[in-house]
């Protein structure tokens, strides 16, 4: 009885599980062969040249392949260790605070609901160099205004700040989660033992939080590699190359410059290197649910 009713799901699941496939691999699958292609179009028809590996060989030659990759993971380590840290601290404190928990989770959560388009259009406003708000600030406080922006030194950071204010409220959800649901006999037995708030923090709130932290701090990651929206509405991947990230190159790629195989390939290359952090990431957390 047992084995046909587990036939059963299989068989009623089977159908909407090919069909995310599909929709999942025949992209990829779809990239993956024009990355071994060079494609072009005259009078409405493309032409598919197969060159082997040789878009491969061009991606580590290719400039701003190279800046992408190395703006990408100074843009992803600096800003997801500020928003776990951040978000950490958040969910800390609101769940120790016994009235107006719900005002504080509503706040702090409110920048994740605002659109991408909407983010891009206040933070450019606030940024400006003539009459943003950061700057009357600064110009308030007997400072010289900066050229957030435009400056190829406060570029990256601008965006850091902006992507740390709109993503921070995901860790600090995903934390104020996982601390809400860990054994409470536990802290009452240390509180009972004599022990103080920091060694309970180190000793037993970050282990029982390892989990929750590894899976929060996979999703930052690979959302942050994918970084594109606020690049694009904020500096354009400027000034120069300072705020290049690799998606902002593969969006060159494809639509400036037109060389759709070399943009397969830098594709390519991406969605391996997140199949990649993943797989890492689910080993790290099955090995921290083992020695929990």
């Known amino acids: 009885m047992k084995d046909n009713q587990q036939l059963w799901r299989w068989t009623s699941l089977a159908p909407l599980l090919l069909f995310f496939g599909a929709l999942a ?11 071994f292609h060079t ?29 992408g ?9 600096t800003s997801v260790a500020i928003q776990m840290v951040l978000g950490f601290l ?12 719900t005002f504080y989770k509503t706040i702090f959560i409110l920048p994740i609901l605002i659109p991408g388009i909407v983010i891009g259009a206040i933070w450019k406003l606030m940024l400006d160099f003539d009459f943003g708000v950061l700057n ?27 992507d740390v204010w709109h993503w921070t409220p995901f860790v600090f959800l995903l934390m104020l989660a996982g601390l809400q649901g860990l054994p409470e006999d536990v802290f009452e037995a240390a509180k009972v033992d004599g022990t ?6 180190f000793k037993i709130t970050l282990p029982l939080m390892l989990p929750t932290i590894l899976v929060t701090l996979m999703f930052r990651i690979i959302l942050a590699f994918k970084v594109f929206d606020e690049i694009f509405l904020l500096t354009g991947g400027g000034p120069g190359t300072a705020t290049e990230v690799i998606a902002f190159s593969i969006f060159r790629t494809f639509f400036f410059e037109n060389r759709v195989g070399l943009g397969s390939a830098m594709s390519f290359a991406v969605i391996f290197a997140v199949a990649l952090l993943v797989v890492i990431s689910l080993a790290a957390q099955r090995y921290a649910q083992s020695k929990g």
């Open 25 to 35: 691999l025949l992209p990829v699958a779809n990239i993956l062969y024009m990355s």
């Open 39 to 67: 494609v072009q179009w005259a009078e409405g028809v493309s032409t598919w040249t197969p060159v082997g590996l040789e878009n491969y060989e061009r991606l580590p030659k290719d400039a701003f392949f190279s800046i």
């Open 69 to 77: 990759v190395w703006n990408t993971i100074v843009f992803s380590v």
């Open 90 to 101: 958040l969910a800390l404190a609101v769940v120790r605070i016994k009235w107006g928990s």
């Open 136 to 162: 009357q600030i600064n110009i308030w406080l007997g400072l010289q205004p900066l050229d957030w922006t435009g400056s190829v030194k406060l570029a990256m950071p601008a965006i850091i700040i902006v």
């Open 196 to 201: 103080g708030p920091f060694r309970e923090l």
